[in-house]
């Protein structure tokens, strides 16, 4: 999909906020580690990928009730849901200078009913004329998720004629109905139906 720029500014993709941390000693210290095993800013973006999707656990997958959403929290905690994740991916790729956006998907359950947002990332790496959309929500039985810079590898295609879509819009910080409903949530089961079904 083609994905609109929503800020005038690439420096936006970049900053720091409450929910994307990336000054927080503990981004920091996992953004360092990784940038010693890494080369570039490609080999780094797909080990931070690889980490957030592997090494940090989606909250549903492990049946954790309590609800992370700052990207430090996340990594402390070690897992999170498909937001709280692309927080702590965008945090760790822009502690690293890299332009790194939050994208939305609108999905259903398959008789199209149960709308959600589903959250991921979009990657502007050097010398590439486009962004890339990530997904690092974790792979579990029917999804194969990928670090991809050609062909996208997302969690879920969305099917149009479920009214599924795609968000074209590249945020700079996360959805606001999205977040208040990640710090307000005392729990898990509470927050499903607290998250937005419309961009």
């Not at 004329?129 to 062909?151: H, Y």
């Amino acid at each position: 999909m083609e994905l609109i720029r929503a800020h005038p500014s690439i420096t936006a993709y970049t900053a720091q906020s409450e929910a994307i941390d990336h000054g927080h000693p503990l981004v920091r210290s996992t953004a360092a580690d990784l940038g010693a095993e890494t080369s570039d800013a490609y080999t780094y973006a797909q080990a931070a990928y690889h980490h957030i999707r592997d090494r940090i656990a989606h909250s549903a997958d492990i049946g954790a009730e309590e609800v992370t959403w700052c990207a430090s929290d996340v990594l402390a905690r070690g897992h999170g849901i498909c937001h709280a994740k692309s927080h702590a991916l965008t945090a760790l790729l822009r502690a690293a200078g890299i332009p790194t956006a939050l994208c939305y998907q609108r999905l259903t359950e398959d008789d199209g009913t149960a709308p959600v947002l589903h959250g991921l990332v979009a990657v502007r790496l050097p010398g590439r004329e486009r962004w890339d959309r990530q997904d690092p929500r974790g792979n579990v039985r029917g999804i194969d998720a990928r670090f991809s810079l050609d062909t996208e590898r997302l969690a879920w295609t969305v099917r149009e004629e479920l009214g599924e879509a795609d968000c074209p819009v590249l945020f700079d910080a996360p959805h606001p109905a999205v977040l208040a409903a990640l710090r307000a949530a005392p729990d898990r089961r509470t927050l499903w139906p607290m998250l937005p079904a419309e961009f």
